[in-house]
């Protein structure tokens, strides 16, 4: 859990004993490969923050695919926002994409814990407006480039985040299928 | 500028006095119709809060024409997030839509708004969390649907955000061309 310390206090600033507060509002969780972390029938959606491993949130495509709308990695916030913020139930699954070790906290406790600890409001603005600028230039990418250059001219801008996530989880995120950017980058191999 | 004090009080709660020291923070502008607000040649990036018309932030594509990413209505706020938290220059162009009205508040001014006005943090913290579930969901519905099915499929949806705002707008956010979007809605309505 001491991730998550060091993640707030690259924001903002807490101390141990605050931190130990703030941890008692979430729960830890394992979770393994494929294993559902929430679904609309069962589960209740939280906030999930990830200490290790991969998780991501997808839904069926027409085609019976499920497309990966959004994944995260170590030191990465998920969750289906709308639905969290509106403290209902989501469309989408969210998915341990590999042995994963996860905090998981309530619509109810974050705001309590937000309450309790304005720190985290300046900690989450922090993390939301990341989260926000990424998507929007995620979207810039999707708009401007084919499906055949949008993988390169990707990692060319952003080489740190290409490099340290799974190629399969770059593809989903741009749009691609696994396969196709298997194929790409056969091609540019070769 | 009575629509901020508003729109704050909808997420937060300051008062009257609170908000005249917040106010002092922005300056006002009086845009005309294609003005330029923001270009990366001439002019320093703010975070920009719509009060009346609209703006929108746009690249050139590589056929040449203006690709809006992103929009900003009554209540909105708009910027390039990712340059502006880095306090560096932006890539993309702000232009206004129609004549608008528009507070503007630099990075650095809105750091200190921050640490003198906490309720700020939550109130910034909601929008961004409002603001990154729309580009979520946005993206869902990039990625789920043709060309030809996007825009009523996404109208559908949210018919109030779709009938409150101009559908070439609308058209641009989904990736679509304005003059495609007419091309749809008539041979729907025959």
Known sequence: MQKLFEHINKYTSIDTAAFE???????????????????????????????????????????????????????????????????????????????SEILQITYQDQEELLRRFPQMETYFRKVYQTAYGAAMMRIKYIFSYSKEDIYFEFKDAFPNFVNNVPQYLVATYLGLSPEYVSKLRRKSIS
Chains 1, 2 share one sequence.
């Open 21 to 99: 507060e703030i941890i008692s509002f979430f729960t830890i969780k394992s979770v393994s490969k494929k294993e559902n972390i929430y679904t609309a029938e069962s589960k209740a959606l939280h906030h999930y923050f990830v200490l290790n491993g991969c998780i991501h949130l997808y839904f069926i495509n027409d085609r019976g695919a499920e497309q990966t709308l959004q994944f995260a990695i170590e030191n990465w916030w998920i969750t289906d926002y709308l639905a969290f913020q509106n403290n209902r139930s989501s469309e989408f699954c969210i998915q341990a994409v590999e042995k």
